[in-house]
């Protein structure tokens, strides 16, 4: 169980378009929804956190005009990536969380390739 | 901002148990400690998670001392496909702000 999925698996795109993201969790319902990036050879950084219903809170230096997360059901959050730019370039990680369990269920990442 | 710090890497040789520290000086009380299990092009993949003393499952033990400023991952009889980076996870959300902090991550490779 606690399975979440991610569409795209990988996407390119060129500079200055808009890129969506699906995060959606398949057998739980996610009280709340964690999107992540992770730079080649580099941890993963938090970029937000959503809750079902609400509007997303950005960690400090994460573009909230740029980065658009819209949280509309408990199985499904999205990230739309405005007027990407090549560094942009990226794997997206989201994950799921339910109840008061701390334990986060992650997607399968999309990468994310700005020409 | 608090640092949550790992080796960079450490090799092993199956069968062998492997231990991961992950330093976090800046622990806070409502902080638990979860780690995390990557391979390449992946999402992470849940290990174990804890906040103090030992927990074990049926993959791994977590070893958390009194202070709680470090935590350390046991993995028992490694094969090659353990071979990943592991994070720890040290934080905390839904109360007035959310902590998430990733450490640096570890690379384990498991030679035959």
């Known amino acids: 169980g606690a399975v979440v999925s991610q569409h795209p698996s990988r996407v390119i795109c060129k500079s200055g378009t808009s890129v969506k993201i699906e995060c959606r969790s398949l057998?739980?319902?996610?009280?709340?929804m964690f999107w992540y990036r992770q730079f080649p050879k580099q941890s993963l950084m938090l970029m937000a956190t959503?809750?079902?219903?609400?509007?997303?809170?950005?960690e400090q230096g994460v573009e909230k005009d740029k980065f658009l997360i819209n949280h509309a059901s408990l199985t499904l959050s999205t990230l739309t990536v405005t007027s990407a730019h090549p560094e942009d370039s990226s794997f997206y990680i989201c994950s799921g969380a339910r109840g008061s369990s701390y334990e986060q269920y992650f997607g399968p990442g999309t990468r994310l390739t700005v020409t | 901002l608090a640092k949550t710090t790992q080796p960079i890497s450490m090799d092993s040789y199956e069968g062998q148990e492997v231990n991961i520290t992950c330093s976090h000086n800046n622990i806070a009380t409502n902080d638990y400690i979860t780690w995390y299990q990557q391979f390449p092009s992946q999402g992470p993949r849940f290990i174990i998670q804890g906040y103090k003393t030992k927990v074990t499952n049926e993959v791994a033990s977590l070893f958390i001392p009194a202070d709680r400023k470090s935590s350390t991952l046991s993995l028992p009889r490694v094969s090659l496909s353990d071979t990943a980076v592991y994070y720890c996870l040290v934080g905390s959300y839904g109360g007035a702000t959310n902590k998430l902090i990733f450490g640096t991550g570890t690379l384990l490779a498991v030679q035959p």
């Open positions: 959503s809750n079902e219903g609400s509007k997303a809170t950005y």
């Open positions: 057998d739980f319902q996610a009280t709340t």
